[in-house]
């Protein structure tokens, strides 16, 4: 992806650029020169970061006029993901950058600890006592955590990937939203699953 933004000035201070949504990593290059990476997957791992990202620029290499972001990232079978990029001083986006990383990562790792607790505790008392209304609050703990599990793992080894047609859903297949004008005026929603290629639409 490449994006082009425009500067009134040469900055004197530290740049950065936020990106929101890039499960499959990439190389970030600003002005033809390389600023960082994130991971991308090959053939011995396996990624899908829900996390946002921001990489450091250094404002030597930004310049008065128009300035070029270029991100590559990885492409394989199904469907892709880049979202949510933006460009500013590194004071303005660590803020942002910490805000989106509590609630897509933090607050999940937090729901997941409660929940292994519960799980444990519960699990314990039911051990016990026998209880039913026990032994299905340890179980919706339980998979709770299993669930956390899906969005907490970003990245693992090939060959420990699991086999259940759910895991991979989680894990590799994103629906995608397609967007188009119907003769009305109206738009036309078209969603696209990654790995089966049903479509369902509707029309807003």
Known sequence: MRMKFKL?????????????????GGRVSVNGRFIGAIPMPHESAEVRWRRPHLLAIDPGLLKEGENTLLIQTAYRSGVHTLAGVEV???????????LQFFFSYTLTWIGATVAAVITLVFGVLWLR???????????????WVLRSGFFLVEAMPVDLRLP???CLCQFRAWPREQVRRTASGRKNYSYVHARQGERLCCTR
Not at 8 to 24: G, H, Q, R, S
Not at 88 to 98: C, F, I, K, N, T
């Open 129 to 143: 006592r026998r209880e039913p209304m026990m032994g299905l609050l340890t179980a919706a703990a339980a998979l």
């Open 8 to 24: 009134a000035e040469a900055p004197t201070e530290a740049w950065a650029m936020l990106l929101t949504t890039a499960p499959d």
């Open 88 to 98: 500013g001083r590194l004071m303005q986006m660590s803020p942002r950058y910490e």
């Open 164 to 166: 259940l047609p759910l």
